[in-house]
Structures are given as C-alpha cells and as structure tokens.
C-alpha cells in the first residue's frame, strides 16, 4: 500500500475527494479543512493500493494538482487493516508487478544527474577495478562493479526513451558519456602514477590474466548477460526491489571494460584497449536495448488495466 498526501485549494477538494472514493483500491480517506497554510488549503489524506496508484496519480495530475497543489507519496511498510486488504484485493493486477511511472522518472532523474558525487563514484570504481586489472584480482573487479553508479543513468535513459522524454534522455546521456570520459581520462593519469611509483607494470597487463582477460574480449555471453541484466535490472526498479540492483551491478562489464582501456592506454596499449572499449559498448547496449524493451512491455500490459504511465 501507499499512502497519498495531498494539499488541494478548498475550492477543488470535492472534486478530488469524489474522486479517490471512487477510484476502486483507494481506502482510509481523511479531510483536514484548512490544514494546510502554503500552499493554502485543505489536506486530504488517503491510502491507495500500489496497482491503482499510478492511474490515480495520472488523474489528479490531470486536475492540475501538481501546479495549484501538491501530492506527495509514502510506501507504508505494514498495514493491518480489513479495509487496507479489501481495496488491495479489489484493485487490478498485483502490486508487485505494478509500475509507478511517476516515482521511476523521479528516481532516474536524480540518479541520472551528473554530479560531483556521481563523477566520484565512477571515477573510484574505475581506479579500483584498474588495481584489479593489473592484480588480476577478480574480487577487486566484483568490487569495482558494486561501487561503479552507471546503472542510474542507463535506466534514465530506457526510461527516457518509452516515455519520450527528452530531456531525461539528454541528462541521462550526458552523465554516461561525460562520466565514463572523466572516470578513463582520470584512471589514465592514476596508472601512469602507480606505474612511476613502481606499483604498476606493463607486464602484469600483457600477461595471461586468466581471472581477468574476459574484460577485453567481448563476445556474444557479454551481450547476452548485458541483456540479462538489463532486464533483471528494470524490474528490480519498477517493482521497488532495489536489493537486486546489487546483483545486477555486478554481473556486467562496464566499469572494468573503462578500466582496463585506460590502463592499456596508459602504456600504449591500444589494440588492448580498443577491445576493452568494444566491452563497454556491447554492455552498454544491450542494457539499453533490454531495459527499453522490459519498459515497453510494463507500459503495454497495464495500460491494459487502465494504469499506463501519466501524460507529460
């Protein structure tokens, strides 16, 4: 279940409240006249089963609330209520499955912006799995994975592109191309100094790194697995089951690919590291083409409930 908060001009707090009493899977409505003093107002509180969430949300966003107003969304993590059950039971589909376009945009958006920390993160995860190119420390590659943010940007990106939204495309884009530029330009300079400080060497790169070699030698298992994840991915998100996000990270090349580019580059290695580019644009690819294609068929199959995503 979740629960709604809304600050609605008092003037449209009939209409809105006509409106969740007779929207099947909505229950346990409050009005709080004059509750609310900016915007002014009355409060209007409700709980709403997460498969009827969306298309409600779409409906007061048609109302124009979210401009002469506010809604606000909570998850609540346990309700024992008959009715909280009977509106859950009544309302279409299963919550799971459910997709709250609303809450997905506004999270990729945020994990798709390209900040100081995010350049942060990749850049570390980069330097870490660089360590673990030239160790052939498979541990420090799975590390390196975990650390490595590039999965916001990417499902920005998928996102962006079912719900035409260019604006979050371009973001999304900007932060993976500007990200993964920033994090190789700075492991380059991180592997030339391990390597002036007698850390790094050109023959631990060239050597047979049978933990490590799969990371600049794509194939189709790269794409497949890419594809995988993607999806594995896009579901862990649109069904608020972040843990598998853990798994996802660590089961694609995209971080150790940009490291292991910038290190060959740092030696000059470039057939080396022309192949680690061609992993990182294969992973990159294929988690596109899959989370793309896993929220085109969410949109398609609750449409069908009558709960698509909102109109922009």
Request: aromatic share 6%; charged share 15%.
């Amino acid at each position: 279940m979740l629960h709604l908060r809304l600050m609605v001009p008092a003037d449209r707090t009939e209409e809105v409240v006509e409106l969740l009493e007779t929207t099947v899977g909505t229950t346990h409505l409050a009005v709080l006249s004059g509750a609310a003093r900016e915007p002014r107002g009355d409060v209007v509180l409700c709980d709403v089963a997460r498969e009827a969430a969306d298309g409600l949300l779409a409906r007061l966003r048609a109302m124009g609330l979210d401009r002469t107003g506010s809604i606000a969304i909570e998850h609540i993590d346990l309700s024992l209520s008959l009715r909280a059950q009977r509106a859950a039971d009544e309302a279409p589909g299963e919550g799971v499955d459910a997709v709250l376009w609303e809450s997905l945009s506004d999270a990729t958006h945020e994990e798709s912006t390209l900040s100081v920390t995010y350049l942060a993160f990749l850049t570390l995860a980069t330097m870490i799995a660089a360590c673990g190119v030239v160790l052939d420390n498979a541990i420090l590659i799975v590390g390196a994975m975990a650390v490595g943010p590039e999965f916001g940007p990417l499902a920005g990106f998928c996102t962006a592109l079912v719900r035409r939204a260019p604006r979050l495309a371009w973001r999304s884009l900007t932060a993976l191309l500007v990200g993964f530029a920033v994090a190789t330009a700075v492991t380059v300079g991180f592997s030339l100094f391990m390597d002036a400080v007698g850390l790094f060497h050109v023959e631990a790169l060239d050597a047979a790194r049978p933990n490590t070699n799969f990371i600049y030698r794509p194939d189709w298992f790269s794409f497949v697995v890419a594809v995988l994840a993607g999806i594995a991915g896009v579901l862990s998100l649109t069904s608020a089951k972040s843990g598998a996000l853990v798994g996802v990270a660590i089961s694609v090349t995209t971080v150790p690919a940009a490291a292991n580019a910038a290190v060959a580059l740092a030696y000059r290695e470039y057939a080396q590291s022309w192949h680690s580019l061609e992993q990182l644009l294969l992973n990159l690819a294929g988690i596109v083409l899959a989370g793309t294609l896993t929220l085109a068929t969410q949109k398609l199959v609750w449409s069908r409930h009558g709960a698509g995503p909102a109109p922009h």
